[in-house]
Each structure stands twice: as C-alpha cells, then as structure tokens.
C-alpha cells in the first residue's frame, strides 16, 4: 500500500525509540529512527517524511534547533514534541515556534497516535491557518496600540520597508511576521534571520549562501536566507548588533536587490520585503559611529515603535485571559481562576521583561498554583522582588515576599520530586540561585524525592 504514513522518531534515549517504533509500526505506520537531530536532518533528505516525532531535550542538537532548521528546509513538516515533566514552559514555547503539538512523557502511546492521525489528516494549508498569527496576537485596549493597528493593516500590503523598534520581549517579532501574514506575500516564504545570535562570519553566508568550495566547511552549495525569502518576506531580527561589513553588504542588497553568493561571480536578482527589528537605540548608534545611517534610513522607510508594557497597562488583563486560556486548552487543563486581586495586582507590575515575562510568570504561575486559583505568591521570584522595589507601582505588596519565596520553591521541589535543577528552570532561576535560597530557607530537598506530584 503506498498510503502508509512515514513517521521519523528522533529521541537519544534507545529505549524510548524501540517503545515508539513498536506502538507506531503496529498503529500501520513506517517508522525511521534517530537518535540526535543531525541524522534526523539527514534521513529528511533522503527519505519522504510526513511527521516527525522528536524529544525536546538532547545533546548537541536540542529539538528546538532541530525544529529551527525543519522550519527552514521542510516548512511543511509537521513536528510533535516529547517532553519531560515541567517543561511545559519549553513546549508552549515550541508550538509558538512552529511544532504543531507536543505530548508530556511518559507518554500514552494511544494518546499519540491519535494525534498524529489528526494531524496528518489535515491539509498542510488548513493547518497553516490554524496557526495563523494574527489569532494569536491581543491588541489590548490601549489607544497606543489601536492606532499601531492601524499602521500595521496599512503598512502590510505596501512593500515598504519596515523598522520595528521597541524593548526586548514587546511583540516586534510577531509584529513582523503580521506585517508578512496580512500582506500579499502570505503565501510565500517569511524567513527569519537572528542577526544578534549568528556570529559575523556565519551571518554572512546563512543570508547570501555559499558556493561548494568557497571557504574550509564549504562542502557543498547552500542557498542564502535572502534567497529562500525571494517573493517572500525576510525578517532580519536584532539590526544593531550586525558587524560594519555585514552593514554595507546588507545596505548593497536593500539598495542593488541582487545577492552574491560567497564565492560567486554571479549576481541574482532578489524579490522580498526587508523588515527589521532593534532594541537598540540605532541613532545613538550612529552618533557613535556603530551604525550606518545610510543603512538606518534604508530600513527606516516606515518606522512601528511598539511601547512597553508598563506604559500600556491597559493591555495586561487581555493578555493575561489570552495566556491563561491558551495554557489551559494546550494543556488539557481543568478550568483556572483568576482573580480580580490578582489581575489587579499583575496589572500594577513594571514588566521589565514585557509580554514575553508576562506569559512566562503566567505559565509558571499556572503549573505551581493551589486549588486550580492563581494568586501573587504562584508567580516568579524575580517580579516580587523587582515589584518591591517599583516606587512607582500603584499598587502595594501585601504579603511577604520571603514567605512567598520559600513556598514557591517548596511548590516547585514538590513538583519535580526533589531535583533542584528541574525546580530551578519552573521556578525561572539558576540552579545556584535555587542552591543558595534552598540553604537560606533551610529547605531539605531530598525530603521531596518520593512525592512528586
Ligand atoms: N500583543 C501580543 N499578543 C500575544 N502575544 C504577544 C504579544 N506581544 C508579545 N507576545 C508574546 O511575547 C513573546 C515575545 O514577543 P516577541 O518575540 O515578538 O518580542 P520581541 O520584541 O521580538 O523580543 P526580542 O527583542 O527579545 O526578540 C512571544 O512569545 C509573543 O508571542
């Protein structure tokens, strides 16, 4: 029959790869195994693949570089995630990131094969829209971020380049990639590029690609991230930090459209609109000399700044129904309260971090809370304390911040069965600062090792 699904399982673990294959190749599937995502990439290129099944957790290449790199060279394949026990956090994060579902170990076989059978009888398109952005984004209440919607809905069928400025965690990426999903470009490639991250040797030829022989680990010919954005949009994620040589190649691009590979002779032609994105303040950059304002006013044709959260708190309550909803329809959760003290309290936050420390500390709060209801002391550490030193916050800390410490970390103990790394990375915090408040509140973690919950 040549209607038998293929499932490639990717999992370092031996044992868990023979439980899979089992319980798939009976469940009617051809199963490929993999045990790090190096081999899974290169069975994807040999092999027609339809769903890959992949642990989150594995060394040298974790599941989320390997969905990084799936996203770029198979976009439409789909991944299902196995985590462990308290990384729910990771795995929200996967999803947004791309992975269509992820299931917790240890995992029900039946439970997974029904998944990936709903998946799979999806059409990549229906399952595209499922994932469409613009559901997922809250706009809030705020009158800021009404008129920014304006902009962006305006802004989004033009070809204009765009700027988007704002603080670390405000939405600039999701806002980037609404510019691309509410224009005419939707259908083609979006690819996005993490300038801050990709050292400058590497930046240059992951955006212009190489030729086979060009430098030492040219092994063979790679396409460029402009290129595979031709048509498409390309999102050039943290501008500032890109090397003055990197400056002027891109500054060459945005001006000529035409790439050269590293190691070409020949130029091509490029179709895609170039958004970008900064938490750097680029003018005091270029006053310094670090920026090119050649380059600046290039980017620069429209310019959305996205206000921090502090300054839109208008906007919190609905993120906060937005994340907690999510939470609880992703995860299969019984219904959690929330309330009004609470709200107000989260509402009165500085949330330095921004939407991205919101949904953390709710992700958070939602896994260590009592009684299905979430109150301040299930949230994050470091927002009690940053709260207590907010003078400016209207509203005051009626409890105290110790007590609520030692609780969440006996919470987060009792969760993960006395592993005080598994605790720390709930609780959003080092292992040495776990260590350390473990002894200061002379909390005895071995004492958790039988109650996991
Ligand atoms: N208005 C919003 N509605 C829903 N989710 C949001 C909103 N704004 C931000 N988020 C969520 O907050 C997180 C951070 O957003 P995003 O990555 O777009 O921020 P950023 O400004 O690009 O951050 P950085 O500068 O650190 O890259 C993401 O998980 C995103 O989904």
Redesign the pocket.
Known sequence: MNDLKHVLIVDDDTNILEVLDARLTASGFIVFQATNGFSALNLLEKQKIDILVSDMKMPEMSGMDLLTETSRLHPQLPIIFLTAYGTIPDAVKAV?AGAIDYIAKPFDGKELVKKINTILSISPAARESNNDESL?????RSKVMAELKELVEKVASSNANVLIL?E???????IAKLLHTLSPRKDKPYMVVDCGSTPPGILESELFGHLKGSFTHAIQDKKGLIEAAHGGSLFL??IGNISAEMQSRLLRFLEERKIRQVGAIKEKEIDCRVIA?T?ADLQEAIEQGEFRSDLYYRLKVVTIQ?PPLRDRREDIPE?VY?FLDNSVRSNNLQDIELPDSTLSWLTGLPWKGN??EL?NSLETAIILCKNNTITPEDFQLEIISEKDGDKNSQHGSAFSIKQSEKEAIIRALKQTGGVKKDAAELLGISRRAIQYKSKKYNIDASKFKNQRK
């Open positions: 947004r997922d984004f809250v706009w809030g704002g670390s965690g405000v939405g600039k990426e999701c994620d943290e994105a938490n996205i993120l937005h939407v991205r949904r």
